[in-house]
């Protein structure tokens, strides 16, 4: 049994292509107004953050200012628009880190910091721990 066949003229071919077309103007003006440059939000970071050079050595394992160090199990980490990445993505190359530790001293949270973040951390005062 055949269906397609019997069926030929339910959709004329005309009426699809400037359905098509109607469509495709529609969303033009909204493409333009999606293309402008929109300055994102600043982030949140916890109080008790502190900020670093990171390298993912071999994970878990990372340095942190050249010192080793490790990832937590369960660790979480933030790219620039704080969308959670996979370690292994990041390869070996270093990134200027604003970081939390856990409560057994790994770390726990990371957030990869863009160019103005990064700059502000480095001017920023170090507080005593």
């Known amino acids: 049994m055949n269906r397609c066949l019997s069926l030929p003229h339910r959709i004329p ?3 699809f292509i400037s ?3 109607c469509a495709a103007l529609a969303v033009c003006p909204l493409g333009s ?3 402008q440059d929109v300055t994102p939000l600043p982030r949140n970071f916890p109080e008790h953050v502190k900020s670093a050079s990171m390298v993912i050595v071999n ?3 990372i340095r ?3 010192t080793p160090d490790r990832l937590s199990p369960g660790a979480r980490i933030y790219d620039t628009h704080n969308l959670i990445v996979s370690p292994t993505s990041l390869g070996n190359l270093p990134f200027w880190v604003n970081y939390v530790r856990e409560s057994h001293g790994m770390v726990h949270e990371v957030w990869i910091l ?3 973040e990064a700059a502000l951390a480095q001017a920023a005062p170090k507080s005593v721990w």
């Open 33 to 35: 107004a999606l293309a």
């Open 114 to 116: 863009t160019p103005q």
């Open 19 to 21: 359905g098509c077309a």
């Open 59 to 61: 994970w878990p394992n």
């Open 13 to 15: 071919r005309r009426r």
């Open 64 to 66: 942190i200012n050249a």
